[in-house]
């Protein structure tokens, strides 16, 4: 780290970036054009570009060793930046939008929910659910695929997480996680947003959403408590849970937690899924590939926490869908301290841009980089760590990460068993770079069943 860095050496030794405009710098070129514009910086002026964004200076990174340093070396120098810490208005005081030692007692008492056994544990209601989700398709409908995913990761999450059956409550938890949802993506990564205090009628809307909301999750608290029963989920581990200094998350703390968890858990699972399925149908004989593994492995059979380490391909497909649409397409932090990165100085306050959309398009490391081809995963090791991070890194890793990982192979193995599917239209698909990166219209796909 250096000594303490002048204005006038930051100014001096700036990474090079595109001219922007008086008083909003570039704020409108990334507004207007969030996937396009930084690609083309990074095509323009290399590995680390500078940003002027509302008013912040910031460092777009993209080579794989500073992205390291960020999530692993740099760890202790960083908090969240601006803009995720902002989330704090709809998700409460949880994991995800902390940092400092809140974060780090909170990742503590929350991380035993996500050991491999426990997610283990997962894989068959995992495949139960998907059974009867797709039981109602019939061959020649088309369906909203980003709609049937949210709708059963929803139901997965709800269950493995809580105990809870979120198909016969479903009203009020899917209508303040669509509610938040739309106050979150009010909060897109360039965007300006409204507080949530301030009562337009979006954000009202979300308010009384969030009692119903409330009042189911400290119900299923309050039930909870009163039980002697652990259920060894997460719900029973936030409540019994002990810090070392003895304490225990309050009511609030594990409301926060749980509605983060419900909502992350499942908004960016189905939107890999979506994703999946889409380029599947686009590309058949990618789809007729993972069939015939499905069969060869599976042989009719549930998969399961063992045999889906066999679904080499389906892992591909699931990767290279990653590669392409990441679902957390932008994460970022604010420096504490001033450091020196990429050879530049970096002051206290700036912003640090992470663009797994951006890297993973790397044409350096992926040959033909907006192309889906699930065959380069035969070969990671053609690439850095870093070039790829659709979980982030480091400490901060994505707690989520083998959850999502098993549920996404079940899900890709259970429907290619009985479906495949064929784009309904030629309508390219319109993405909506909000917090995650949403279609911005109904995913329509033909159910074709399998021979
Ligand atoms: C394909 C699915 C998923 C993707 C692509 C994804 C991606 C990410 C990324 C990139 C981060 C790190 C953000 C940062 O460094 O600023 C993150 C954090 C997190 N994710 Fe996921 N996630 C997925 C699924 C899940 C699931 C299923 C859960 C829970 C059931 C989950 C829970 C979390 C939590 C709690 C954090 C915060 C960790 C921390 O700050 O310590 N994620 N996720």
């Known amino acids: 780290m250096t000594e303490s860095l002048t204005q006038e050496a930051v100014r001096l030794k700036r990474p090079p970036g595109p001219p922007g405009l008086p008083v909003v710098g570039n704020t409108l070129q990334f507004a207007l054009d969030p996937l396009g514009f930084p690609l083309r910086c990074v095509q323009e002026y290399g590995e680390i570009v500078y940003l002027n964004v509302r008013g912040l200076d910031t460092y777009l990174l993209t080579n794989p060793d500073d992205i390291e340093q960020v999530f692993v070396q740099l760890h202790d120098q960083l908090i969240l930046d601006q803009l995720s810490r902002g989330l704090s208005d709809a998700l409460g005081d949880s994991l995800l939008v902390s940092s400092g030692s809140f974060w780090e007692r909170q990742r503590r008492l929350v991380q035993p929910a996500f050991n491999k056994s426990r997610i283990h544990s997962y894989a068959p209601l995992m495949v139960e659910f998907t059974r009867a989700q797709i039981d109602s398709w019939q061959p020649g409908q088309v369906i909203d695929i980003h709609r049937e995913m949210m709708h059963l990761m929803l139901a997965i999450v709800a269950k493995s997480l809580l105990n809870f059956d979120a198909?016969?409550?479903?009203?009020?938890?899917?209508?303040?996680?669509?509610?938040?949802?739309?106050?979150?993506?009010?909060?897109?990564?360039?965007?300006?947003?409204?507080?949530?205090?301030?009562?337009?009628?979006?954000?009202?809307?979300?308010?009384?959403?969030?009692?119903?909301?409330?009042?189911?999750?400290y119900g299923l608290i309050d039930e909870r408590r009163g039980?002697?029963?652990?259920?060894?989920?997460?719900?029973?581990?936030?409540?019994?849970?002990?810090?070392?200094?003895?304490?225990?998350?309050?009511?609030?703390?594990?409301?926060?937690?749980?509605?983060?968890?419900?909502?992350?858990?499942?908004?960016?699972?189905?939107?890999?899924?979506?994703?999946?399925?889409?380029?599947?149908?686009?590309?058949?004989?990618?789809?007729?590939?993972?069939?015939?593994?499905?069969?060869?492995?599976?042989?009719?059979?549930?998969?399961?926490?063992?045999?889906?380490?066999?679904?080499?391909?389906?892992?591909?497909?699931?990767?290279?869908?990653?590669?392409?649409?990441?679902?957390?397409?932008?994460?970022?932090?604010?420096?504490?301290?001033?450091?020196?990165?990429?050879?530049?100085?970096?002051?206290?306050?700036?912003?640090?841009?992470?663009?797994?959309?951006?890297?993973?398009?790397?044409?350096?490391?992926?040959?033909?980089?907006?192309?889906?081809?699930p065959e380069r995963w035969a070969d990671p090791s053609r690439w850095p760590r870093y070039a790829?991070?659709?979980?982030?890194?480091?400490?901060?890793?994505?707690?989520?990460?083998?959850?999502?990982?098993?549920?996404?192979?079940?899900?890709?193995?259970?429907?290619?068993?009985?479906?495949?599917?064929?784009?309904?239209?030629?309508?390219?698909?319109?993405?909506?770079?909000?917090?995650?990166?949403?279609?911005?219209?109904?995913?329509?796909?033909?159910?074709?069943?399998?021979?």
């Open 167 to 217: 198909a016969e409550q479903a009203e009020a938890v899917e209508q303040y996680l669509d509610k938040a949802m739309r106050h979150i993506l009010g909060i897109a990564r360039t965007g300006l947003r409204v507080p949530l205090a301030v009562p337009t009628p979006g954000n009202l809307a979300c308010r009384h959403a969030e009692q119903d909301l409330n009042q189911l999750i």
């Open 227 to 373: 039980s002697e029963a652990d259920h060894g989920d997460l719900l029973s581990i936030l409540l019994h849970e002990q810090d070392t200094d003895g304490s225990q998350m309050t009511d609030p703390q594990v409301r926060d937690e749980l509605v983060t968890m419900l909502l992350v858990g499942h908004e960016t699972s189905a939107l890999a899924l979506t994703y999946a399925f889409w380029l599947l149908a686009q590309q058949p004989e990618s789809f007729e590939r993972l069939c015939r593994e499905v069969d060869d492995v599976l042989g009719g059979a549930a998969p399961d926490a063992d045999n889906i380490n066999q679904l080499e391909y389906a892992e591909w497909v699931f990767n290279e869908t990653l590669r392409l649409y990441p679902p957390v397409w932008a994460t970022g932090r604010e420096a504490l301290n001033d450091f020196e990165l990429g050879g530049y100085p970096i002051r206290a306050g700036a912003q640090i841009l992470l663009s797994p959309w951006v890297s993973h398009r790397n044409p350096r490391y992926f040959d033909a980089p907006d192309q889906f081809v």
């Open 388 to 451: 790829y991070f659709p979980f982030g890194g480091g400490p901060r890793t994505c707690l989520g990460n083998r959850f999502a990982r098993l549920e996404a192979l079940i899900i890709l193995a259970t429907v290619a068993q009985r479906f495949t599917f064929r784009a309904a239209s030629d309508t390219p698909l319109d993405l909506l770079p909000t917090v995650t990166l949403r279609p911005r219209n109904p995913v329509h796909l033909t159910v074709v069943a399998r021979s």
